[in-house]
């Protein structure tokens, strides 16, 4: 999170016009909460105390996610359409485009948005993308920075049964027939964003030795304490 926040600083400080796509999972169970997320169940602190998940603060708004055995999208997009729900459709075409490749059929959720919900993957807005048995499998989010868009997406993929339970109260999401590979969703992914974006040729950019140290500086504005909540 403090990386994407990071790349989306540096794009509107830098003038740069060109979008920038990470892909990554995560080493611990971590729940994030939205942006202007208020409420925090005494349930997921003690989670968060007994160390069973780790818990931290998105840029991005929402419901609270929580990442463990699936694949988290960042998009910084310098020339982002203004309207955020222009923003939403243009992401979820490539994001759909992408999934049919694979032969998942996917489209956007029609539930009304729900200002500070507690579960992300609960319901479904038209930000969201659900698929032919209308369970939601891709959740997203968006935080704006001098007219940059910095969007997260979720794909859980194989979530761990037991702690998704202990979270939300619910069974997690289920693929059927089976789950999509987790490199091939990549793949197709990339793919599909730089046809989008007529960013074709994708750049793999390693971090500087600068970006690495402002990285981790700016981690603790985005993790949660529980001891102190």
Same mark, same amino acid.
């Given at each position: 999170?403090?990386?994407d926040?990071?790349?989306? %600083?540096?794009? =509107?400080?830098? /003038?740069?016009?060109?979008?920038?796509?990470?892909?990554?999972? =995560?080493?611990?169970?971590?729940?994030?909460?939205?942006?202007?997320?208020?409420?925090?169940?005494?349930?997921w602190?003690?989670?968060?105390?007994?160390?069973?998940?780790?818990?931290?603060?998105?840029?991005? /708004?929402?419901?609270?996610?929580?990442?463990?055995? /699936?694949?988290?999208?960042?998009?910084?997009?310098? %020339?982002?359409?203004?309207?955020?729900?222009?923003?939403y459709?243009?992401?979820?075409?490539?994001?759909?485009?992408?999934?049919?490749?694979? /032969?998942?059929?996917?489209?956007?959720?029609?539930?009304?948005?729900?200002?500070?919900?507690?579960?992300?993957?609960?319901?479904?807005?038209?930000?969201?993308?659900?698929?032919?048995?209308?369970?939601?499998?891709?959740?997203?989010?968006?935080?704006?920075?001098?007219?940059?868009?910095?969007?997260?997406?979720?794909i859980?993929?194989?979530?761990?049964?037991?702690?998704?339970?202990?979270?939300?109260?619910?069974?997690?999401?289920? =693929?059927?027939p089976?789950?999509?590979?987790?490199?091939?969703? %990549?793949?197709?992914?990339?793919?599909?964003?730089?046809?989008?974006?007529?960013?074709e040729?994708?750049?793999?950019?390693?971090?500087?030795?600068?970006?690495?140290?402002?990285?981790?500086?700016?981690?603790?504005?985005?993790?949660?304490?529980?001891?102190?909540?």
């Amino acid at each position: 999170m403090a990386l994407d926040a990071l790349l989306l %600083e540096q794009c =509107w400080t830098n /003038g740069q016009n060109q979008p920038i796509l990470r892909f990554y999972g =995560w080493k611990r169970p971590s729940l994030s909460l939205g942006k202007h997320q208020q409420e925090i169940p005494d349930l997921w602190l003690s989670l968060a105390r007994t160390g069973q998940l780790d818990l931290l603060r998105r840029p991005s /708004g929402g419901g609270a996610v929580l990442h463990a055995g /699936g694949l988290t999208y960042a998009l910084v997009w310098p %020339e982002a359409p203004r309207r955020k729900r222009e923003a939403y459709l243009q992401v979820n075409r490539w994001i759909t485009a992408g999934f049919a490749q694979l /032969g998942v059929s996917l489209h956007p959720g029609d539930s009304p948005a729900e200002a500070g919900g507690i579960n992300c993957f609960a319901h479904s807005t038209t930000a969201d993308l659900v698929d032919k048995h209308g369970t939601k499998r891709i959740g997203s989010a968006q935080f704006w920075q001098h007219g940059h868009l910095l969007q997260h997406g979720e794909i859980p993929l194989i979530p761990p049964a037991g702690l998704w339970q202990a979270v939300f109260g619910a069974d997690p999401p289920q =693929w059927l027939p089976a789950v999509p590979d987790v490199s091939a969703v %990549e793949t197709t992914l990339i793919s599909s964003f730089g046809l989008g974006l007529s960013t074709e040729d994708w750049t793999d950019q390693p971090l500087s030795v600068e970006e690495c140290t402002l990285m981790h500086q700016g981690a603790q504005h985005y993790r949660l304490d529980p001891s102190e909540l």
